[in-house]
């Protein structure tokens, strides 16, 4: 199945559904996305502004009625066109890779600028019964970047923990997510 999106596509594949599994419907599948502009999607879910395209995919993707059990997936910005990230999305990136707020967006004279250059966003994830790892895939030869900010400055790196959380704390994390419109979504 193909769905236009976004600004891009979105290809459901290998899609099984289990009516009567434990109780609760199961669904399967894997999701590859393609050409996704960052923006439309974080306006539509106001996470916080992103500007560039996207390309990825989730595999072998189980669901037990709305909640996750298990898959791996891997979200990567191209490398050409416009480039930059709110605070609040570098906020919101902050909370899911580390659990915090990034407290140096508000010191010096990084708290007077609303949008940052960044070079790659990269994530690559996998969460298997309760166990979540995330990783960061923007920078070659490390997987702790999730935000690789590029040369010039101001410059903000997005770092993550390379310690596997469970789903539930994961859950917490996007609870805590800032999705409160502002000026500077």
Same mark, same amino acid.
């Given at each position: 199945m193909r769905i236009e999106a976004f600004g891009g596509n979105l290809r459901l594949s290998n !899609?099984?559904? /289990?009516?009567?599994?434990? =109780? #609760?419907?199961?669904?399967? =599948? /894997?999701?590859? !996305?393609?050409?996704? /502009? !960052? @923006? #439309?999607?974080?306006?539509?879910?106001? @996470?916080g502004a992103i500007n560039g395209v996207v390309d990825g995919k989730v595999h072998g993707l189980r669901l037990y009625g709305a909640t996750p059990s298990h898959f791996s997936g891997r979200l990567e910005t191209r490398f050409e066109g416009k480039r930059n990230i709110s605070v609040k999305a570098l906020n919101n990136l902050a909370i899911l890779s580390q659990g915090g707020l990034s407290a140096a967006l508000s010191r010096g004279v990084y708290r007077f600028i609303d949008f940052y &250059?960044? &070079?790659?966003? =990269?994530?690559?994830?996998? #969460?298997?019964?309760?166990? @979540?790892? #995330?990783?960061?895939?923007? &920078?070659?030869?490390? &997987?702790?970047?999730l935000v690789d900010g590029g040369v010039l400055p101001p410059k903000i790196d997005i770092l993550t923990s390379e310690q596997p959380i469970s789903f539930r704390e994961m859950l917490r994390r996007l609870k805590r997510l800032d999705r409160a419109g502002r000026r500077n979504n």
């Open positions: !899609l099984q559904l /289990d009516p009567f599994s434990l =109780g #609760l419907p199961q669904f399967k =599948g /894997d999701i590859e !996305l393609s050409g996704i /502009d !960052l @923006f #439309l999607l974080t306006q539509t879910f106001a @996470f &250059r960044y &070079r790659r966003i =990269g994530i690559q994830c996998e #969460l298997s019964e309760d166990v @979540f790892t #995330l990783h960061g895939s923007a &920078r070659p030869n490390s &997987r702790r970047y």
